[in-house]
Every structure is written in C-alpha cells, then in structure tokens.
C-alpha cells in the first residue's frame, strides 16, 4: 500500500491549499484516514480523520472552521481543503490509513492506529 500527497506549497497568510492524497494497492472504501502534520522541532501532531464515506469527522480545536477532510472512494483519493492559514499551520502534512477500522473512534487523534502513511508534503505559510 502506498500512500501519495501533494498540494503543498508556499502560501502567503490568510491563503488557502488543497491537499490530496491517492493510495494504491488497495482500496480505502473500508479505512477510516487521517491527516496529521509535524511542524519545524515539533512533534507529529493530529489534524483530522475521516469515516470510511465522508459521514464523520475529527478535527483539532487548532484547524476547527478552516480545514475540511473530504473523501472520493471512487478515486481512493482523500482531500484537506486548508483555508484562512497562518504561520503556525507550516509543516509537513502527512496522510494516514488504517486498514482495520472504518468507523471513527477517539483513538484515531493517535498515530498508532495506522497502517500506512505516506511521505508527506510541506505546506509554509508566510505572515
């Protein structure tokens, strides 16, 4: 299973970016995903998870109101649309799948529920 982002970049504050990220090898219909990020000396840190059809979210209190986690099953393609960034949200973003779950459950704000992640893509926000 691989796990491929991309949509980030160089954004200037109040700015917005869409991340995607496509997974081959298997399908994710099945697997709750997530997003987290890890910023500069920082550890990895959650931003959001997702249901197995887009019917429930988790989000951090810090991304609450600007950032939206959306699924396309059909693309085994997940999205973070970011919007109104600030500085404090550089970082590399990384996705996340857990081949064993596809209901959300508190434990999907930690990292080990996870199976695979992928290689990550650095958002900068500049003030």
């Known amino acids: 299973v691989q796990l491929q982002a991309s949509g980030g970049g160089l954004v200037q504050a109040g700015g917005s970016l869409r991340l995607s990220c496509a997974a081959s090898?298997?399908?994710?219909?099945?697997?709750?995903m997530a997003w987290f990020r890890r910023a500069p000396g920082k550890e990895r840190e959650f931003v959001s998870a997702?249901?197995?059809?887009?019917?429930?979210?988790y989000g951090a209190d810090s991304v609450k109101g600007r950032f939206t986690f959306s699924r396309d099953n059909a693309k085994n393609t997940v999205y973070l649309q970011m919007n109104s960034l600030a500085p404090e949200d550089t970082a590399v973003y990384y996705c996340?799948?857990?081949?064993?779950?596809?209901?959300?459950?508190?434990?999907?704000?930690?990292?080990?529920?996870?199976?695979?992640w992928g290689q990550g893509t650095l958002v900068t926000v500049s003030s």
């Open positions: 996340a799948l857990d081949q064993d779950r596809d209901v959300l459950a508190p434990s999907h704000r930690r990292t080990w529920p996870y199976d695979y």
């Open positions: 090898g298997r399908t994710i219909s099945s697997c709750v």
């Open positions: 997702i249901s197995w059809n887009g019917g429930s979210t």
